[in-house]
C-alpha cells in the first residue's frame, strides 16, 4: 500500500484513492474491479479498529449483494461500454430471470441494483442529468396489498404460538417475517449469522436473490 507523503502534496495514497486523480480511469475498468474502486473510495480504512464510516456495514455488505447481480449480467464490460440500451436489458432480463439469476427478482430490487451502477456511472463522468431524462428507470413500487393481519390479529396468532413448547419454534419464525417482511425462501436460507441481535436486523445474502 503506498504511504502517505509530508503535507499529502502530491500524494500517492491520496491519490490511489482518488476516483479523478488517478491515471487508471474508473470508466476503463471491467465492472467487478470498476465497483471495487467505488466502493474502497467510500469506506474507511479497516487497518485498524475505528468507529467512523462513510458508510454503514450493513450498506457495504447490501452493496456487494447489488453487485454480485449486476455482475451477471454486466462482468465483462467496462464502465465506458455500458450505455442506457444495456440498462434497459437488464431490467427486463433481471425481472424475468433471464441469465444466471436463481430466480425471478421484484420491481423494487432492481431499482436499488441499478440505482447501483448509476452511481458509478455518474462517479466515472460517464451519466449525467440529460442521460437521466432519456432513461427510464423502473420506479420504487409502493405495496397497496392490505396487511395479512392486523396488529391484534398479530399479537393474538403469537401468543396462540406460545401455548404448547413445542410451538415456539413457530413463534419464532412468525416474529422473524412480521418484523423483517422476508419471504419464505429468503427465511428459510438466513443463517445465525445472518442475524444481528445488536442492530435488530436480517442480512439477505445472494444465495437467495
Known amino acids: 500500500m503506498a504511504e502517505h507523503s ?13 476516483l479523478i486523480r488517478s491515471e487508471e480511469k474508473l470508466a476503463d475498468q471491467l465492472f467487478p474491479i470498476a465497483f471495487e474502486w467505488w466502493l474502497a473510495a467510500r469506506v474507511v480504512s479497516k487497518e485498524k479498529e475505528i468507529s467512523v464510516r462513510y458508510i454503514a456495514e450493513s450498506s457495504e455488505e447490501t452493496y456487494r449483494e447489488y453487485a454480485w447481480a449486476l455482475e ?26 433471464r441469465g444466471n439469476w436463481k430466480k425471478k427478482c421484484g420491481q423494487n430490487r432492481i431499482h436499488k441494483e441499478v440505482g447501483l451502477l448509476l452511481r458509478m456511472l455518474r462517479a466515472a463522468h460517464l451519466w449525467d442529468d440529460d442521460l ?34 413445542e410451538w415456539k419454534w413457530v413463534h419464532q419464525y412468525s416474529t422473524l417475517a412480521l418484523q423483517t417482511c422476508a419471504s419464505t425462501f429468503e427465511i428459510r436460507m438466513a443463517r445465525l449469522k445472518d442475524i444481528n441481535m445488536k442492530h435488530w436486523t436480517i442480512r439477505v445474502g445472494p444465495e437467495a436473490s
Do not use: N
Open 72 to 97: 451477471k449480467f454486466f462482468g465483462e464490460m467496462t464502465l465506458r461500454q455500458i450505455h442506457d440500451g444495456h440498462l434497459r436489458s437488464y431490467q427486463e432480463d433481471r425481472a424475468l430471470c
Open 6 to 18: 509530508a503535507g499529502h502534496i502530491d500524494c500517492p495514497a491520496c491519490d490511489a484513492r482518488s
Open 132 to 165: 437521466d431524462d432519456a432513461f427510464d428507470q423502473l420506479p420504487l413500487q409502493q405495496s397497496d396489498i392490505p396487511r395479512a393481519l392486523d396488529p391484534v390479529e398479530q399479537g393474538h396468532w403469537l401468543s396462540s404460538c406460545l401455548v404448547y413448547p
